[in-house]
Structure formats: C-alpha cells, structure tokens
C-alpha cells in the first residue's frame, strides 16, 4: 500500500517480443478510480516494434450503451477520443464508467478502437527504441453502482439518492461527466507514484521535471557574434 492509502499491484517483469513488460494497477484510496500503467523496455541494440493495447471489461456485455466521448459524440468512441462513458443503459446494476485511454497532450495516440467495447490497439504497432523505456497508462473511474434493498427495489449507490433506477443512472452519467474535467491535465493524482519528469506517452509529462537546456546558438560562417 502507498504512503497516501493507495493500494498498488506491481506485476513481474516479462520478457515479451524481446521487450520487458511490466504492468502497474494502483487503486486510488478514493475507491473511484484505477491506473494501469504499462512499461516497455528495450534491452537490445535494435529498435524493436511491437502490437500491443488493452482489452476492458465493462460488465455491461452486449447491452453497453455510451453516453457521452470527449468529442461529443455518444457514439461508439473513435481513436479521435480521449474517454468515454459507459453504462449498460438499463435497469441493472452494472456500474457507469469513465474510461480514458489518451490524454490531449500525449504524444502517442490511438490508431483505432474496435471490436468489443473497450478495445484499444496500436494499429501500427508501437516502436522501442534500443535501450530506452515507453509507458503507457489507462484509466478507469466508477461512478455509482446499482443496489437493491431487502424489498427488491432497486437504487444506486455512491451517487445520490434517487426517485427511481433510471434517475439514479442519468445522475451517475452525469457525475462520470463532470469527471472527465480531472483528467484534462496530466496532473494531481494521476501522476500518483511518477517521478516528476516522468514521460507517459499516451499522456504526456509529470509536472516538475528538470527542461533540458537549449543548445546554445550557433554563428552563422563568416559573420562576427558579439560575446561581451
């Protein structure tokens, strides 16, 4: 467990098409919201390519309706978004959820998103260079999950008390809107357990970080630079 009550799953390094993988999961001690952060190591000579992405499960199966993309569309999300919200769109209890893949200031981005829901690729592939370190990180934040008291009748919890099911889910929708804000900057506890400078390709840098200094000026050939 982390100092600040974070709970954090490191996973063994792994040996995976040359590159060592290793996968992160740290569940916020708010009990809203998890990263799963993915590091790749090239410990060869020889830039190496590979597939890689994330396969989510949102518990909501074949009923998963989505409620809302960064780009305003609540449609199934394209590579051009940076989150959507889920919800299974009827009176279960499955929970609604955020679940962010890129931040706008990252600069790898998704090439496609397809197939089941929550699926995310690289379509061409994501290059290593030798002896360097890419990480990625995704996040996923729960808003409200359903319940049933001793009676049967069904509310949402986490949320706010609700009239009825369906007012609890478009309160838990949009909750898990207003959400979304958080993750506008590559900052505060999204950067939980980084080292400032950190770079997360899909997000961007941890703030805090030494800027390299820049390369002092060249004279232009045959003109005099004053020094004094």
């Given at each position: 467990?982390?100092?600040?009550?974070?709970?954090?799953?490191?996973?063994?390094?792994?040996?995976?098409?040359?590159?060592?993988?290793?996968?992160?999961?740290?569940?916020?001690?708010?009990?809203?919201?998890?990263?799963?952060?993915?590091t790749y190591t090239?410990?060869?000579?020889?830039?190496?390519?590979?597939?890689t992405g994330t396969?989510?499960?949102?518990?909501?199966?074949?009923?998963?309706?989505?409620?809302?993309?960064?780009?305003?569309?609540?449609?199934?999300?394209?590579?051009?978004?940076?989150?959507?919200?889920?919800?299974?769109?009827?009176?279960?209890?499955?929970?609604?959820?955020?679940?962010?893949?890129?931040?706008?200031?990252?600069?790898?981005?998704?090439?496609?998103?397809?197939?089941?829901?929550?699926?995310?690729?690289?379509?061409?592939?994501?290059?290593?260079?030798?002896?360097?370190?890419?990480?990625?990180?995704?996040?996923?934040?729960?808003?409200?999950?359903?319940?049933?008291?001793?009676?049967?009748?069904?509310?949402?919890?986490?949320?706010?008390?609700?009239?009825?099911?369906?007012?609890?889910?478009?309160?838990?929708?949009?909750?898990?809107?207003?959400?979304?804000?958080?993750?506008?900057?590559?900052?505060?506890?999204?950067?939980?357990?980084?080292?400032?400078?950190?770079?997360?390709?899909?997000?961007?840098?941890?703030?805090?970080?030494?800027?390299?200094?820049?390369?002092?000026?060249t004279p232009t050939?045959?003109?005099?630079?004053?020094?004094?």
């Amino acid at each position: 467990m982390a100092p600040n009550g974070d709970v954090v799953i490191t996973g063994p390094v792994e040996r995976i098409f040359g590159l060592d993988v290793r996968v992160e999961v740290r569940l916020y001690a708010a009990g809203d919201m998890a990263r799963v952060l993915v590091t790749y190591t090239n410990p060869t000579g020889a830039p190496i390519t590979v597939w890689t992405g994330t396969d989510n499960n949102y518990g909501s199966d074949d009923e998963t309706t989505y409620a809302a993309t960064s780009s305003g569309d609540a449609a199934f999300p394209t590579a051009d978004d940076d989150w959507a919200v889920s919800s299974n769109g009827g009176e279960e209890r499955d929970p609604v959820l955020l679940n962010a893949w890129q931040g706008a200031s990252g600069s790898w981005r998704a090439s496609d998103l397809g197939g089941s829901p929550g699926w995310f690729w690289t379509e061409g592939g994501l290059t290593v260079a030798p002896g360097a370190t890419v990480r990625l990180a995704y996040f996923t934040k729960i808003f409200g999950w359903g319940t049933s008291d001793d009676e049967g009748e069904i509310g949402w919890a986490d949320v706010a008390p609700a009239a009825s099911m369906a007012d609890g889910l478009d309160a838990a929708i949009e909750a898990a809107i207003a959400g979304a804000t958080e993750l506008a900057s590559f900052s505060g506890r999204l950067v939980a357990g980084l080292e400032p400078g950190t770079v997360v390709a899909n997000w961007g840098t941890v703030p805090g970080g030494t800027v390299p200094p820049a390369p002092p000026a060249t004279p232009t050939p045959g003109r005099p630079t004053f020094t004094g």
